[in-house]
């Protein structure tokens, strides 16, 4: 009888960790013009970026994956409607 290594993840989880890591690299990327554009004080173009901050942070927090965390630990986290 041989011994089978068992993955680490599961297809899930990996499916999982991939879309997070991709909504956090869209965050970095977004955080990274967002510095671009205030140091050269290009407010109009800095303001379009924060507008976005919501959206952002709901993606971060969509793809977050579940076994890492709960709502609890991310309660803390404010939800911002601007309807």
Not at 18 to 24: K, P
Request: net charge negative; proline share 5%.
């Amino acid at each position: 009888m041989t011994d089978s290594v068992k993955p680490s993840r599961t297809l899930e989880e990996w499916v999982q960790r991939q879309q997070f890591l991709s909504a956090v690299e869209s965050a970095q990327n977004w955080l990274a013009m967002l510095r671009y554009h205030t140091v050269r004080y290009n407010w109009s173009e800095a303001g379009i970026l924060l507008a976005l901050a919501d959206n952002i942070c709901r993606d971060l927090r969509n793809t977050a994956p579940t076994g890492y965390t709960t709502p609890e630990s991310i309660a803390h986290l404010p939800e911002v409607n601007h309807d």
